[in-house]
């Protein structure tokens, strides 16, 4: 393989009428593109028996380069059309008259001639243009960065890649991320205006509007290059902010990044409080009006604000499910007694620390974990959109939402308005009764508390004492 060009160094963004400045001499050119490294760092479906790649209708390929050679065509590009299996054909825009073949004419130029990926979607073109002042290569979007107002299944399907040359073609590898967005909560039917903007190092932005569904749902690809990190981009639809990343990370070329995001429940306001969260990811009054909507409520908002223990996205609110997880039946805490090192201990109750419930659920999800497997399966209830997984939450967590409810819930201005605050939303009442936490006292004590008629507080026992789980929600 010869050595890789930079590519669209010269590149020209907004470029709206695509005859423009297209004079030249015109020369027809069919390439062939072809896999470069692993099989899976490759735009197209790579078929290990033949050695091809498969390309979906409406790719194209800008080329550009330089060739010069005695009578050769000087600087070129132009945009091809791709025909079928990996080859692409067209007309590129030559500065000289030329009257080699095209394969001749790459090879001529292997030392600079280069190709961009142009995935259906993009809605982009690239042309080469013949000024007074000079010669350019034109691309309508900028190369680092691009947007379609559908979602990418696999990264084959939709990549916005580097080419470099052999002399019979091209080879691709992956160039950008791919960012999936499915915002929920907007209005239905609706246009809404997203922004993306790089706030850190090239200053660019991504400017487009999109369609919700019937939902109220947007749903759009962007493109970005690989090597980025998360933190140095800013996203909002319809005037909403949207948090990329839960943490700060770098997105890699050829790789396809889901990110779901739900805009009610990222905006709920402290009078949401004891309101029902629906399986779409909306707030309801209460059941039956999650019922009337075409929906079923799961889960009780009881907790507002940013203190959840929990990460971004998931740190706008805690919720607890309509009823108990198991089947109502109790659990042990854990079937066996040994050290768990990733807990952190906490010996009096008094003052719990900002514990998070779903730090434990990528270790305890087996049957050594009785309490957490039923409140991270929470009875086969699927967690809603723009909400985390169901886990057990921490001692920390049902404190917050024990506070949050006096006298949201009820009147009584203590424990009992959560406990009894599900059955006028359509749930099921906390039992009088024990309920575990996912905090431990010590190697073989784990905490729970106690909704009890006579006292409401919080005690430590062992883990192989069977008592009640309710499944959480952070959001």
């Not at 939902?215 to 690809?221: E, L, Q, V």
């Not at 108990?324 to 066996?336: I, K, L």
Request: charged share 15%; with cysteine.
């Amino acid at each position: 393989m010869l050595m890789p060009a930079i590519l669209l160094t010269t590149a020209c963004s907004n470029i709206n009428d695509e005859n423009t400045n297209k004079e030249g001499y015109t020369l027809p050119v069919t390439v062939n593109v072809t896999r470069q490294g692993d099989d899976t760092a490759t735009k197209a479906t790579y078929n290990e028996t033949d050695k091809t790649l498969s390309f979906s209708a409406g790719d194209k390929l800008f080329v550009e380069g330089e060739d010069n050679s005695v009578g050769g065509a000087g600087k070129f590009a132009g945009t091809l059309d791709w025909v079928s299996d990996g080859t692409f054909s067209g007309d590129i825009t030559t500065k000289n008259p030329y009257s080699g073949t095209s394969d001749e004419l790459l090879t001529a130029a292997s030392s600079s001639a280069s190709a961009l990926l142009l995935p259906d979607g993009y809605g982009t073109y690239g042309y080469f243009s013949i000024e007074g002042t000079g010669y350019e290569a034109h691309v309508e979007s900028h190369y680092e960065s691009a947007f379609a107002t559908t979602k990418s299944l696999v990264v084959e399907q939709f990549s916005n890649e580097l080419a470099y040359p052999y002399s019979h073609g091209f080879a691709l590898s992956p160039y950008n991320a791919i960012l999936n967005f499915t915002i929920a909560g907007l209005a239905a039917s609706t246009t809404v205006d997203v922004l993306l903007t790089d706030n850190y190092v090239n200053s660019n932005s991504i400017s487009k509007s999109v369609t919700t569904d019937g939902s109220g749902t947007a749903t759009f690809t962007v493109g970005i290059e690989g090597g980025r990190i998360s933190n140095q981009f800013s996203l909002t639809v319809g005037g909403k902010v949207v948090t990329l990343t839960s943490s700060s990370m770098s997105f890699t070329a050829g790789k396809i990044y889901n990110i779901t995001r739900n805009i009610v429940l990222a905006n709920v306001a402290t009078s949401d409080l004891g309101k029902v969260i629906g399986a779409d990811g909306k707030i309801y009054v209460n059941a039956t009006a999650a019922t009337d909507a075409g929906t079923t409520a799961v889960a009780m908002i009881a907790y507002v604000g940013s203190e959840t223990a929990e990460l971004s996205p998931y740190n706008h609110g805690l919720a607890l499910a309509l009823s108990d997880a198991n089947g109502g039946n109790y659990c042990h805490w854990s079937n066996s007694h040994g050290d768990i090192t990733v807990h952190t201990y906490a010996p009096n109750s008094s003052n719990f620390v900002s514990e998070s419930g779903l730090q434990y659920n990528a270790t305890h999800n087996t049957d050594t974990y009785p309490a957490f497997k039923a409140a991270m399966s929470n009875n086969g209830t699927a967690a809603p959109t723009g909400c985390s997984a169901w886990f057990l939450p921490s001692g920390y967590q049902l404190n917050q939402m024990i506070n949050a409810c006096k006298n949201v819930c009820g009147t009584n201005n203590d424990y009992t308005d959560l406990r009894d605050g599900f059955s006028g939303v359509g749930g099921t009442n906390l039992r009088s009764d024990f309920y575990w936490s996912s905090t431990e006292s010590s190697a073989s004590f784990a905490w729970f508390y106690g909704f009890s008629n006579s006292y409401g507080r919080w005690n430590d026992i062992g883990k192989g004492i069977p008592m009640n789980v309710r499944s959480a929600l952070a959001f």
